[in-house]
């Protein structure tokens, strides 16, 4: 599942929320009793990432911030027409890693900071109550805002969120739209093009992935 989160003191969200560009995070690591992170900055231009390399440098919730070689990042496709890679050390209790890692939520790909938000791809394997419960208790510890953003099952239908109460038309479309990776980032495919697949109006077809969303995440 992809998770939208805020949460206070954290140095990604307040050099992101009014500039171009954002960040892509590789991993956080506990080092000293400090938060030590390792993030690919990214813009369209090689101006917008100078500028956001600065705030990270003059933000009051940083303590260092140093450039490393861009070879040593993982090789994920990073938006925008400039990059460059960095560390970053801040202070441990401003980090929402730990938080999530230790109430079983798997980081599956870089989290991304973009507009004031960190959107974090994670595994998990629990059933919806006990996905509400960590939830909640991540909230609670950190004073956080999150939002289950897009969601994916394994292939079988077991796991987090099963599609035994979606209608067959429900789950054919939802299924498609996961197959063809309607909710990866960035999409793969429009609603558009899925609509055409299945020879049926847009409108029809958002509305049976609302419904399908909706239930998957127990809103109905």
Excluded at 40 to 62: C, K, M
Excluded at 160 to 172: I, K, M, N
Excluded at 188 to 215: C, F, I, N
Aim: net charge negative; glycine share 8%.
């Amino acid at each position: 599942m992809t998770l939208d989160i805020w949460h206070p003191d954290c140095w990604t969200l307040a050099v992101t929320e009014d500039r171009d560009g954002g960040l892509l995070g590789h991993g956080v690591y506990s080092i000293d009793g400090a938060a030590t992170g390792r993030f690919t900055v990214y813009g369209e231009t090689t101006d917008a990432v100078e500028r956001l390399i600065a705030a990270i440098q003059d933000s009051p919730l940083t303590d260092s911030v140093w450039e490393t070689d861009p070879l040593h990042t993982t090789g994920e496709t990073v938006p925008g027409s400039a990059s460059r890679a960095i560390v970053v050390r801040y202070a441990i209790e401003n980090s929402i890693n730990d938080a999530l890692v230790s109430r079983g939520f798997i980081p599956d790909e870089p989290v991304r900071m973009c507009g004031g938000r960190e959107y974090w791809t994670v595994i998990a394997e629990t059933d919806r109550e006990t996905l509400g419960e960590r939830l909640d208790a991540v909230r609670a510890e950190k004073d956080a805002e999150i939002r289950i953003e897009d969601i994916a099952i394994p292939h079988g239908g077991s796991g987090v969120l099963p599609t035994a109460d979606l209608s067959g038309r429900q789950r054919e479309v939802f299924d498609l739209a996961r197959r063809r990776n309607y909710y990866a980032w960035p999409r793969e495919v429009s609603a558009t093009e899925l609509a055409e697949e299945l020879d049926v109006a847009k409108a029809t077809l958002l509305e049976h992935l609302r419904k399908a969303e909706a239930k998957l995440l127990g809103h109905e």
